[in-house]
């Protein structure tokens, strides 16, 4: 934490004076025919970082910047740039063609995956999505160190960044929240899509309304759409970094008490380095990072979408009540898609008053924060054992039980052929059936296929899931390319990332398939149970 403090500090020292400025965006003003859209008058440049403080200014008064600001003191060479309305494509080739500069591009738009359907009843139930991912089962589970009798996440605090949350009957006080439209303005929710987000996620069992995936876990809000419908990749940057970075009360005490899990249901299809990078970085330090993976229902295939599709992010997609996948279930159908829920008509919290329960709603905006708020059950689970080990491990081991965990789909529109497929992903998730596999692994690791009997079967099984998927990097490796790679993001981030029916195989649960695997699991065989 020392060492993260003081390199944080050290970003800031050596930064040029005009720099120094605290990132303050402002309303947006979008270019460009929706989905394609651009925020005007706006460019991001990320340097070299061995670029000096003298030639980053030059680089940028030659390119027609009137001011710039850092993006997140936690990348110390991405700025936000203003430039003349017109002028940012120019802005962009002039910046690329100086040696300081690792990339320049247009701040392009993000958008959130949810739309309203009709009313929704007023007494408190169980949404489907959340019935069926069987969050429930978990609640009244006796778990050691549980202090609201079950696992309800109590434990775990969920980031939602989104369009902010107003203040709710069924929902916790925020203990912390940033508002990156308006700066130390209260992150109010103007939309109701965010309200509604949060309330899928950990809405309280009392009576009012729903009760969420994890309805005892903490609040944590990033507001970062200026009323537009959209936001842009530079504010989720920010609130990406500010979530895991953020001061909570006994986090310097009780590390458990940090961020554990980011929920982002929006996107577009423009990747960006810096957003993938601030993504790694965050899994690095123990945050499952969630996200929807938009509403471009299409056979056979849709676009990826970002940050839904960074190898370090969940992409969640959307099925009907009863699991179907339908074209009306809305959902991207992509490569990327790693698990479903529910996201057609789910009844949610409305924003216009604290006791409003609000409409039914469709999308994956809908069906991402399910996963968010049953990894943070998971995170619950991990957390009442005091023998939890490092929090990246910790983390890694939430989204493998979420992976392998997970049923398969029930079939679709699209013939989509049995195991991981481009509507379900591995699948639709299944809390009980992880909350099953982090407990046997547990108790007995080495019961490798988890009969019952530790067996020659265990050892066969085991070197087939380390065989079948060898690692596999993403175009730009885990992170950004070495060549403008801004720091060093953790050694529990691995280079190159395996498929992940390959978690199986990661018995250390460090993100990496490697021969410490074998040895691990040979020690715990011999060990016994």
């Known amino acids: 934490m020392l060492q993260n403090i003081m390199s944080c500090a050290a970003a800031w020292l050596c930064l040029p ?11 947006i003003r979008f270019s460009g025919e929706y989905p394609h859209q651009y925020e005007t008058g706006i460019v991001l440049v990320s340097f070299r970082p ?3 403080n003298e030639a980053r200014e030059r680089a940028l008064s030659r390119s027609g910047a009137r001011s710039w600001q850092l993006v997140t003191p936690h990348i110390s060479d991405l700025y936000r740039v203003r430039v003349a309305d017109g002028d940012e ?3 962009v080739e002039r910046c690329r063609t100086d040696p300081a500069v690792a990339l320049a591009r247009r701040n392009a738009a993000r958008y959130f995956f949810g739309a309203r359907a009709k009313a929704a009843r007023l007494t408190q139930t169980i949404p489907y999505n959340v019935a069926e991912s069987n969050a429930p089962t978990l609640w009244a589970i006796d778990e050691p160190g549980e202090a609201d009798g079950g696992i309800r996440g109590g434990l775990v605090r969920i980031a939602i960044i989104d369009t902010g949350c107003n203040a709710h009957g069924d929902l916790p006080t925020p203990i912390a929240e940033e508002n990156f439209v308006d700066l130390g303005a209260p992150a109010t929710d103007s939309e109701g899509h965010g309200t509604a987000v949060a309330g899928v996620a950990l809405a309280r069992d009392n009576e009012m309304c729903y009760v969420g995936a ?6 944590v809000v990033a507001k970062i759409d200026p009323e537009q419908g959209g936001t842009t990749i530079d504010r989720s940057i920010a609130a990406i ?3 895991i970075n953020v001061a909570l009360p006994d986090s310097n005490e009780n590390p458990v008490a940090s961020v554990r899990v980011i929920n982002m249901s929006y996107g577009r299809s423009v990747y960006d380095e810096d957003e993938e990078f601030i993504c790694n970085k965050a899994l690095a330090d123990g945050v499952v990072l969630v996200a929807a993976c938009g509403n471009d229902y299409v056979c056979p295939i849709g676009p990826a979408n970002f940050p839904s599709s960074y190898p370090t992010v969940l992409s969640v997609s959307a099925v009907e009540e009863g699991g179907l996948r339908g074209l009306d279930s809305g959902g991207t159908r992509n490569a990327q898609v790693d698990l479903s829920r529910g996201g057609y008509s789910v009844p949610v919290l409305s924003s216009s008053g604290v006791s409003a329960c609000g409409t039914e709603v469709v999308g994956t905006s809908f069906a991402s ?3 968010a708020g049953v990894a943070a059950l998971l995170f619950d689970q991990l957390e009442a054992d005091p023998s939890t080990e490092r929090k990246a491990v910790a983390a890694f081991l939430v989204r493998q039980a979420l992976i392998l965990g997970a049923s398969d789909g029930v079939g679709g529109e699209c013939n989509d052929p049995a195991g991981r497929d481009p509507s379900y992903g591995w699948g639709r998730v299944d809390a009980a059936a992880s909350h099953l596999f982090v407990a046997r692994r547990y108790a007995c690791a080495a019961d490798f296929n988890i009969d019952g009997v530790l067996d020659a079967a265990d050892l066969s099984e085991f070197l087939a899931a380390a065989n079948a998927n060898p690692p596999t990097p993403s175009p730009s490796g885990y992170g950004v390319p070495q060549s403008i790679r801004r720091q060093s993001i953790s050694d529990d981030v691995p280079d190159a990332p395996y498929d992940e029916l390959g978690f199986a195989a990661d018995f250390n649960h460090d993100g990496k398939l490697d021969p410490d695997d074998l040895a691990d699991f040979i020690a715990a065989s011999f060990a016994g149970c």
């Open 17 to 27: 004076t005009l720099a120094i400025a605290q990132f303050d965006p402002g309303p």
């Open 50 to 52: 061995e670029a000096a």
């Open 89 to 91: 494509d120019r802005a």
């Open 214 to 219: 994890a309805p005892a876990a903490d609040l």
């Open 241 to 243: 970094s500010w979530a």
């Open 369 to 371: 924060p399910v996963v």
